[in-house]
C-alpha cells in the first residue's frame, strides 16, 4: 500500500533535517515522499536538494500559502494513502508501518487519527494526545481530540473533497478534514503514537499572532457546513461538549 507523505518546508531550518530524517528514517517500502518550499531563505532549500533521489518530488516554487503548497503536492501524489507533516514536526518510529496496516485491515475506514505528542523546541515532551471523537459536531464544539501529523486519509477520499481551501491561513487541515466527514467519510482510530507536534516560539500555535484570525475562520467554516450563523445555542453545547470532553480525558488517563 503505497504512502504519499507531503512536507510543508519554509524558514525552519533549525527542525527540517529531523522532520525529514523521520520520515525517510521509517524504511516502509512503499514511501512517496514529496517536500514543498515556497521560498525559504534560511538554507532549508540546500538541505532539501542533499537528499537527492530519496525525495520523490520536490516543489520550489511561491504559493498562497500552506493550503495551496499541499494542493500542489498532493497533485503529484500517486499513493492510495496521503499524509502531510510540517518542517518542525516528527513521524514517530514504525509509523506508516503501522498506518498501512490499519488501513489494509480496514477498508471501509476513509480517514484514520492516531495518538501522539506536543513536544516543545528542544524536542522534549510535554503533553500526550490521544485521539478521539471527531464528528463534525465535535470539531465545532470543541469535543475532538486530535492531531494533524497523526491524521492519515485516503486519496480517493481526497479526491472527492475541494481539497485544501487556500483562502484558509489557520486551520486549513481542520477545514478538510470537516469537510470529508461532512461528505461522508468514516473515521477510525489507531490506538499508538505515531507523530510529535512542535510548539516553539516561533510556530503559529506557539505565537499565537493568528487566534484573531483563526476565529474568523472557525466560525466561516461552521456557516458554511451548517447553512447559518454561529447562536447562542451554539456557545451552551460548546461548554457542553468542552466539558465532557475533559472529564473523559480524565477518565481515560
Known sequence: MKISLVTLSFNQANYLKEAMDSVL???????EYIVID???????????????DFIKHIIFEPDLGAADGLNKGFSKASGEIFGFLNADDLLLPDALKVVAGFFAENPECDIVFGDGYVIDGSGQRTRHYKARGFSVDRYFYG???WLQQSTFFRA????????FNVSNRTCWDGELFVTMVSQGARVGYIDA????????????????KLNAQYFMDSRRIFQQVRGREW?????VLRFFYRTTGYL???VAR
Open 193 to 208: 503514537d505515531l507523530s510529535s507536534f512542535r510548539i516553539h516560539a516561533s510556530s503559529i500555535s506557539g505565537s499565537g
Open 38 to 52: 515556497p521560498g525559504s531563505t534560511d538554507g532549508s532549500r540546500e538541505i532539501i536538494k542533499s537528499y537527492g
Open 156 to 163: 480517493r477520499t481526497f479526491a472527492r473533497s475541494p481539497k
Open 143 to 145: 469535543g475532538a481530540r
Open 248 to 250: 473523559s480525558g480524565l
Open 231 to 235: 447562536r447562542s445555542t451554539d456557545q
Open 25 to 31: 528514517g521509517q524504511a516502509y517500502p512503499e514511501l
